[in-house]
């Protein structure tokens, strides 16, 4: 174990996959231009390159190495970048497989920060996850320790299927504990990060950490809550969060986009229609207001659910049903 | 084995796969009639681009590979794809090509290097440069058959992929079939060097790599520029961009209908949109499959018997792919949840 920022735990998922696989390639905008780079001095120009600022042809470029037999790593940096080359995204990597009947893999990552709440206003802050999770053919990862930084990076790299990888860029410099050597994190299993016996939180990024702090703040009043994090959305753990509901009867999820673009209401939706008998309130949802992300500090903080609004929420839930 | 000068057995191989197209063609279109909805959504002809399909290909050899568009049915055909296979995929039927999950717009053959054809415009641009990049790491001197139309040089795929596939010195050629229309709309009302009256290759010179435009309904014209554009590739050179001028001698495709309308091939838009019917006549007086044929037959190549003979055995073929889609069973129901993921 080695404490790792989750940045570079990301990068040593990719670097355990490229030292492994030659046919791993990783290449994006402002990176390995020049010969000390780190991926270009370990793997050369074959397989790392700088790109321009071309999104489409980035991606579409990563359709088709994929679909001639390479594992492409795409360094988006942001997931807003992505919003650019939104077919290649949505509607040209997850067709291909079942398009052709079966005949392609399209086996490639997109790697994509999210969430930047950190006064980068309107363009830089979405928590657009929810827009990729219903698709199809595509998989979507969002890890929220370092730890599964490098596991579920390791996992989307060897997956046979286009992995959208978004991590959180509040989470970028955190620490924690990273395994040595080889690590893999399993898709569609989900962690619990804290056992409870009264209620449910699911959170996903960085909304996991604040899930954490209202728990440890409620458990001070008697209330001992849950924290499931999906890890990965698609495929969704829905088993692991229906039996939780199943032994606490209550379900608040939270989650950083506005109410109607979540994650959180998707799995709010799946445990009304598959877990309703275990239910004993109704679920409650935190999420960010319905509005484009201010840039004025306390504005910011106004819109992006906190502890205060998990507790609240949570208190609320308590208090409601039988 | 140079094509600069091809034999006579090789034009009268590239006139087969011309008639290939044509009659496989002419099969989708007639099947509107002849079976009533058995044909659903859009398809996409390629008459008319056969010189330019087969004169393009002929370069082809094992380990290159091909992507185009939804106009896609051309390619596969003379890459060695089965066409009742192809028939049964635009049928959507259980023999299909693709288990009829994709149709008529995303044929796809793997096994003989077709990798998939994407039905939005501009968008496969960027994957046959992937693939090339692909090819170019492999270093065997392969190359990669980049087909779209005209109307995809107005994308930003197509300038971002030529931008890099230029500066990275991919094995691609980019093959801009050049049919004068986007839909209804003609190039000059919406590019600007057609516009200016000049050549779409020159779209090349942003770049930095070579344009070139080509007679598209002469095969073994095109079959002499690429010869140049697929050396250079396979030379590890980079990309040419090569603008093969052909006309489309079916509308854009069959009209667009709910169902219960019967589909059918509606006249080409120079005449329903245009009124340009002198237009249209003239492209086929100049039609290239017909118009090669008189090359061989008076060049002694060919005798107007063996072309008949030719002509029947293409047909039958074709005739049998029909029998064998229309024979074939719909998928079962529950495949429709195959291949979603590997």
Known sequence: MAQLPFIAAIDAGIHQEMRRDPNVLYFGQNLATTENHEFVAAYGHDRVRVTPISETAEIGIAIGAAMAGLRPVVELYMAEFMLVAMDQVLNEAPRFRYMSGGQVKVPLVLKAGFGFAAGWAGQHTGSLTALFMGVPGLKVVVPSTAADAKGLMATAIRDDNPVVFMHHYLLTLEHGEVPDGEHLVPFGVAEVRRTGGDVTIVATGWMVNRALGAAAMLAAEGIHAEVIDPRTVAPLDLDTILRSVAKTGRLVVVDQAPRHSTVGGIIAADVAEFGFSSLRAPILQVNALDTTVPYSEPLEAYVIPDEARIVAAVRRVMQTGR | ?342
Not at chain 2, 52 to 64: A, E, M, Q, R, Y
Not at chain 2, 129 to 137: C, K, S, T
Not at chain 2, 187 to 192: G, K, N, P, V, W
């Open chain 2, 1 to 342: 084995m140079s094509l600069q000068s091809p034999s006579a057995e090789q034009k009268v191989a590239m006139f087969t796969q011309m008639l290939r197209i044509r009659e496989f063609e002419e099969r989708v279109k007639r099947t509107f009639t002849e079976y009533p909805g058995v044909i659903r959504g859009h398809t996409h002809l390629a008459d008319g681009a056969e010189a330019s399909i087969v004169g393009t290909l002929s370069h082809f050899k094992p380990g290159d590979a091909a992507l185009a568009t939804y106009r896609c049915h051309g390619y596969p055909l003379v890459l060695g794809t089965d066409p009742k296979a192809m028939m049964a995929e635009i049928l959507g039927r259980v023999d299909g090509l693709c288990k009829g999950l994709g149709g008529s717009m995303h044929l796809t053959d793997v096994e003989h290097g077709f990798l998939g054809t994407s039905g939005i415009v501009g968008a496969g641009i960027p994957h046959a440069a992937g693939a090339a990049w692909a090819a170019q790491i492999r270093g065997k001197r392969e190359v990669v058959f980049c087909f779209f139309g005209d109307g995809a040089s107005k994308q930003g795929a197509f300038h971002e992929t030529l931008n890099i596939a230029s500066l990275w010195k991919l094995p691609v050629i980019f093959v801009m079939e050049n049919n004068g229309y986007n839909v209804v709309t003609t190039s000059a009302q919406e590019d600007a060097n057609a516009a200016a009256g000049e050549p779409l290759a020159i779209k090349a010179k942003a770049y930095a790599m070579p344009g070139v435009t080509v007679d598209g309904t002469d095969p073994l014209a095109v079959l002499a520029v690429m010869e140049k554009a697929v050396a250079r590739a396979r030379a590890g050179e980079g990309p040419t961009l090569v603008e093969s001028t052909v006309y489309r001698l079916s509308a854009h495709g069959n009209i667009i209908a709910p169902p219960g309308v019967p589909l059918h091939y509606p006249e080409h838009e120079a005449i329903t949109v245009f009124g340009k019917r002198e237009e249209y006549e003239a492209a086929l007086r100049g039609d290239p499959v017909p118009r090669f044929r008189g090359v061989l037959v008076q060049a002694g190549i060919l005798s107007a018997e063996a072309a008949d003979a030719l002509s029947a055995q293409v047909a039958a073929e074709m005739d049998a792919a029909v029998k064998f889609a229309v024979a074939s069973p719909f998928p079962a129901l529950e495949s429709a949840l195959d291949n979603v993921y590997a």
